[in-house]
């Protein structure tokens, strides 16, 4: 019953700050989506992987194994993801990226740092900046058959990886007054991004449902298959590897959404991928952390 009471309380205030969003939206209340991702995308998050990754206390050793398991993982899930596309028949252009690429920035990190404390957050923000990058060349390529390295490099996401990587390698630290205002503007980043998570998924319009749950119990299979595989083969301790597996399983993110409506992959059939896969999640989710506590 202790544990059930502290699955709750994990993930409780994740869902309920997405929930909120969502009433929000539902109301009809104003909410900028676009300004409040870019904000998040280019000064909060960025902020908050810096700020993990030189202040974490964790062995530098260990975030190789994560980053090294991060990347197997994600080959897994990879292969997992093209033979779900071949049995089933759908577009490859339109459904591979979203099953493969899952929501380990909005939902993820929450779940990391309220499930296993600070050094859950720096394991998660790993595999979250392993996830932007693979995202951003070879997911933007699934999706439109290009693939921009000058995108990657005008991401702040990945200079904060960067950075944050050398200052710990190092042992460096950013002075005072400058640690407090960039923990200060991190600190906005998880709710910013659960809040949007819900107005966004507010907005968008399902299509496709029998075909929505398929995937996205698939995905949700293959996830937790590919997490569980890779922290295996690579040893990784008991946090770490529970952080790999939880941050595998989450659901399709909203970007999945963004980048098939801005390349024409069919992003009605995408909102419904990501709104179903979502409320799989609500059920899915605490029952993994049952298991992964």
């Known amino acids: 019953m202790n544990l059930v009471l502290t699955v709750l309380e994990i993930v409780a205030p994740v869902f309920l700050l997405a929930a909120t969003g969502f009433g929000w939206r539902k109301l009809g209340l104003e909410y900028p989506v676009e300004f409040v991702t870019r904000l998040a995308m280019t000064i909060a998050v960025p902020c908050l992987i810096f700020t993990a990754l030189m202040q974490t206390e964790l062995d530098p050793a260990a975030l190789s194994a994560v980053t090294l398991t991060t990347l197997a993982a994600y080959a897994l899930m990879s292969l997992g993801a093209l033979a ?5 028949g759908v577009d490859r252009r339109t459904f591979l990226a979203p099953t493969i690429f899952g929501n380990t920035g909005n939902l993820g990190l929450p779940l990391a740092l309220f499930a296993f404390g600070e050094a859950g957050l720096g394991y998660g923000v790993v595999v979250f900046a392993v ?18 390295v000058l995108r990657v490099l005008r991401e702040p996401m990945v200079w904060a990886t960067m950075l944050g ?12 007054w400058l640690t407090n205002s960039l923990s200060l503007a991190g600190q906005l980043a998880i709710p910013l991004m659960l809040f949007t998570l819900g107005v966004a998924v507010a907005r968008l319009t399902p299509r496709g449902v029998g075909r929505a749950v398929l995937l996205s119990l ?16 690579f040893g990784l301790e008991p946090v770490a590897f529970s952080v790999i597996v939880l941050q595998m399983a989450t659901p399709v993110g909203v970007s999945s959404y963004l980048l098939a409506e801005r390349f024409g992959a069919d992003p009605d ?9 979502t409320l799989i999640s609500v059920l899915a989710l605490p029952v993994l952390l049952y298991f992964l506590l």
């Open 84 to 88: 779900l596309i071949l049995i089933t």
């Open 131 to 148: 996830m932007a990058v693979l995202s951003f060349t070879i997911g933007i390529r699934m999706v439109s058959g290009q693939t921009s």
């Open 165 to 176: 990587a050398l200052f710990l390698w190092q042992g460096w630290q950013t002075p005072g």
């Open 218 to 233: 698939a995905k949700l299979v293959i996830g937790i298959g590919a997490g569980l595989a890779a922290g295996w083969a």
């Open 269 to 277: 059939s995408v909102a419904g991928y990501v709104v179903i896969s």
